[in-house]
């Protein structure tokens, strides 16, 4: 396939949306076996996740000609981890949430809590996480990237645009719904905090989180049920989102935003016992 600006530009895409992709199976194994149960990991509804994507297409751009491994891993985990704080940064002030915090990162092995993201800057970047990106560069740029090259000159040039233009309108449709689906989610924790107000202002002593301590008591019913409305009227993607983010916090209802999620378990607890 001859190399015009056109095709660099599907090459890079193309390689993007691959690891996009390779970065998802990644990250949704990393998260299933730290929680113990199946995660859809990732911002969108496909299985990509396009930071992974895009750092590794600046890999292989900018840094592919470095023959030195440990240049390579060290020049690498700076770009990746770089590239990571900045999408942290930007999606907080886009969305007002932060979306992972590295902070209390913990892993259970052999019956041990190992907090992995110990070493952090700001719970946006860690240690653990510039080693494990460092090595998959090197992976990435000496053995996986030859072969997607391979792949990409192995493809008719047709079916190349073809495939490039179909992938790009199903990320374009993807982002348009999550982004619509998402939208307004701090409006409605708003909407939670002033029901929570006016219920305190109701029942004396009243808490505004679920506290199992106090069950069966009229506060503990008329939060968990403030709770259990509010869980309700989230959108799919809103839903989606907080199983996907397990340290999904809103900037200015942290609390509420832990609470919601324990109000999403006991829904879904309560579906499978209907169920039964």
């Known amino acids: 396939m001859p190399d ?61 000609g470095i023959e030195n491994p440990v240049l390579l891993f060290t020049t690498s985990s700076i770009l990746t981890c770089t590239l990571e704080f900045m999408a942290s940064v930007i999606m907080e002030k886009i969305f007002n949430l932060k979306w992972w915090d590295y902070t209390d990162f913990k892993f259970n092995i052999a019956g041990k809590s190992i907090n992995v993201g110990k070493f952090n800057i700001q719970g946006r970047v860690c240690l653990a996480g510039a080693v494990a990106f460092g090595t998959l560069s090197i992976l990435l740029v000496y053995f996986i990237h030859p072969l997607t090259v391979r792949l990409e000159d192995a493809i008719p040039p047709m079916y190349f645009h073809i495939a490039c233009i179909v992938m790009l309108i199903v990320v374009i449709l993807d982002l348009t719904i999550t982004l619509c689906g998402f939208i307004g989610f701090n409006d409605k924790l708003g909407q939670l905090s002033n029901a929570l107000e006016k219920a305190r202002s109701n029942m004396a002593g009243i808490k505004d989180n679920i506290d199992s301590r106090v069950a069966g008591s009229a506060a503990y019913e008329k939060i ?20 996907s983010f397990p340290q999904l916090r809103s900037i200015k209802y942290a609390k509420l935003t832990d609470e919601l999620r324990n109000a999403l378990k006991i829904r879904k607890r309560n579906k499978r016992k209907e169920k039964k």
Request: hydrophobic share 45%.
């Open 4 to 64: 015009t600006a056109l095709t660099a530009a599907e090459r890079f895409f193309f390689g993007m949306m691959l690891y996009s992709f390779l970065g998802w199976v990644y990250e949704s194994i990393l998260e299933s076996f730290r929680q113990k149960k199946p995660i859809n990991r990732g911002f969108l509804n496909g299985p990509y996740l396009p930071i992974y994507g895009l750092g590794s297409m600046m890999d292989v751009t900018l840094l592919g």
């Open 224 to 243: 968990t049920g403030i709770y259990a409305h509010f869980a309700e009227n989230l959108s799919s993607q809103q839903v989606r989102l907080i199983n």
